[in-house]
């Protein structure tokens, strides 16, 4: 079955310290990964996106992931987290042999100390 | 810069009342999707469009839960005689038909069932 598993649901760092969220997947063929963010009473905004080529993706605000194969893994990083970066981070993963939705994880909330 | 809009932002509702929410998707965006999403979870697939017809409905879109895309432009989403279970943030989402598109969400419909 497809999943996506982020095993932190909560992640506390202080301001200026590196980052880095787990994302685990399960999908039968080469996957789409995609991570959006959160914040309260917003809807959700794409951070960054992988479908092929470079597995090391660059996204926005600074943001990076990492796609490896082998681990089934595309964690998020970021080298030194703002005080604006506290939110909820989901991963997903594009079922695109069913239409393209997308199949999230539980999430992860950032908390971060000044 | 015209995003994808929801409205009612918020509904509160008696146990057993009919509430329907409505998407307006970015224009020209052929495919339409709505999710939900409950508290401490991801975002899960509901169903989703493309132009106007609906192509798929996952089994979580029980018969209490129709959803319409006349004219393949904005979307309603139905639900009938509510329950408390139905409590949760509904978001919908617009993309180009390719699978690979960035799907834009909207800032989501918050129900609370009494």
């Known amino acids: 079955a497809q999943s996506v598993t982020q095993p932190d649901i909560h992640i506390t760092v202080s301001e200026g310290a590196s980052l880095e969220l787990r994302c685990n997947y399960s999908?039968?063929?080469?996957?789409?990964l995609f991570w959006y963010v959160q914040s309260p009473g917003q809807g959700l905004q794409l951070l960054l996106k992988?479908?092929?080529?470079?597995?090391l993706v660059q996204g926005i605000k600074g943001f990076e992931a990492e796609f490896k194969r082998s681990q089934s893994s595309f964690n998020l990083r970021k080298p030194s987290v703002h005080w604006s970066d506290a939110a909820e981070y989901f991963c997903?993963?594009?079922?695109?042999?069913?239409?393209?939705?997308?199949?999230f994880g539980q999430g992860t909330e950032l908390s971060v100390k000044p | 810069d015209t995003g994808v809009s929801q409205d009612p932002r918020h509904k509160i509702t008696k146990r057993g009342q009919n509430v329907t929410f409505r998407c307006d998707p970015i224009?020209?965006?052929?495919?339409l999707y709505w999710y939900r999403q409950t508290l401490g979870q991801g975002p899960e697939f509901l169903t989703y469009?493309?132009?106007?017809?609906?192509?798929?409905k996952s089994r979580l879109l029980s018969d209490r839960f129709s959803a319409e895309r006349p004219k393949g432009s904005f979307s309603t989403l139905e639900i009938q005689r509510t329950e408390q279970g139905d409590s949760a943030m509904y978001l919908c989402?617009?993309?180009?038909?390719?699978?690979?598109?960035?799907?834009?969400f909207g800032p989501g419909t918050r129900l609370t069932v009494l």
């Open positions: 992988y479908f092929s080529g470079d597995t």
């Open positions: 989402a617009s993309t180009h038909s390719g699978l690979t598109d960035t799907q834009y």
């Open positions: 999908y039968g063929a080469t996957p789409y």
């Open positions: 224009s020209e965006h052929n495919r």
């Open positions: 997903a993963v594009g079922a695109y042999n069913q239409g393209g939705k997308l199949i």
């Open positions: 469009f493309q132009n106007e017809a609906q192509l798929e």
